[in-house]
């Protein structure tokens, strides 16, 4: 079962409050895949939407060295998210998760109070 002890990240992002949220499932995924691939502790995984292609998501995910200038950042239980402004907003009140019911394990989106229930 994926542990749903988060706390709401809160940052202060051209003007308005960023509400992504990371589980402690996700954080470890993410900080684990970074030590694998031997990146540095500054990178990140960094979240962002390209024009439509022929994937099922429109949000793009990547390992990034650093965030873009105007990437808002997450920084929670030792990994690092970094969020394109251009999604920001659709991450609003978003938890990124652990789906480690299927094989192998991937990130998930959910809602904060579908984490909560």
Same mark, same amino acid.
């Given at each position: 079962?994926?542990?749903?002890?988060?706390?709401?990240?809160?940052?202060?992002?051209?003007?308005?409050?960023?509400?992504l949220?990371?589980?402690?499932?996700?954080?470890?995924y993410?900080?684990?895949?970074?030590?694998? @691939?031997?990146?540095?502790?500054?990178?990140?995984?960094?979240?962002w939407?390209?024009?439509?292609? #022929?994937?099922?998501?429109? @949000?793009?995910?990547?390992?990034?060295?650093?965030?873009?200038?105007? #990437?808002?950042?997450?920084?929670?239980?030792?990994?690092?998210? @970094?969020?394109?402004?251009?999604?920001?907003?659709?991450l609003?009140?978003?938890?990124?998760?652990? #789906?480690?019911?299927?094989?192998?394990?991937?990130?998930?989106?959910?809602?904060?109070?579908?984490?909560?229930?």
């Amino acid at each position: 079962t994926v542990p749903y002890e988060y706390e709401t990240v809160v940052i202060e992002s051209l003007g308005r409050a960023l509400m992504l949220d990371l589980s402690l499932g996700a954080a470890a995924y993410v900080d684990e895949a970074r030590r694998q @691939f031997d990146l540095p502790d500054s990178a990140g995984l960094r979240i962002w939407i390209e024009e439509a292609d #022929d994937t099922d998501s429109p @949000f793009h995910v990547a390992f990034a060295s650093a965030p873009h200038a105007s #990437d808002d950042v997450v920084e929670k239980w030792g990994a690092r998210v @970094f969020v394109s402004s251009e999604v920001s907003h659709v991450l609003d009140e978003q938890l990124l998760d652990l #789906d480690d019911d299927s094989e192998p394990p991937h990130l998930v989106l959910r809602s904060q109070h579908e984490g909560a229930a």
